[in-house]
Nanobody, 125 residues
Framework: VQLQASGGGFVQAGGSLRLSCAAS????????VGWFRQAPGKEREFVVA????????YSSDSAKGRFTISRDNAKKTVYLQMNSLKPEDTAVYYC???????????????????WGQGTQVTVSS
């Protein structure tokens, strides 16, 4: 599975962005997909993830109420709608996928097998 993240950009605080993660290669429908982010000088952190059926999602505290993840298996694409953006959301956002991920491990980066190249999100105050 190859992943391509896109949709990042520059936005003012309070604004919105929608990121996309497009997959190619093997079947996509059986994979959990997660979004992680890494700000300068900080470790990569979990943002939100969605299971293969789209019915189960898991969000970090920072994402709850503001970010929504969804997927279209027919298009092999996962979307991250980010609203009410804050300057602290500034980071490179990565999408990742894996098959052996259960609900309790959705936030663990080591459980994901495939990673995209990242897309920069910059939020100005």
């Amino acid at each position: 599975v190859q992943l391509q993240a896109s949709g990042g950009g520059f936005v003012q605080a309070g604004g919105s962005l929608r990121l996309s993660c497009a997959a190619s290669g093997r079947t996509f429908s059986g994979y959990t997909v997660g979004w992680f982010r890494q700000a300068p000088g900080k470790e990569r952190e979990f943002v939100v993830a969605i299971k293969w059926n789209g019915e189960t999602t898991y969000s970090s505290d920072s994402a709850k109420g503001r970010f929504t993840i969804s997927r279209d298996n027919a298009k092999k694409t996962v979307y991250l709608q980010m609203n009410s953006l804050k300057p602290e959301d500034t980071a490179v956002y990565y999408c990742a996928s894996g098959r052996r991920i259960i609900s309790s491990t959705m936030s663990r980066s080591d459980m994901y097998d495939y990673w995209g190249q990242g897309t920069q999100v910059t939020v100005s105050s």
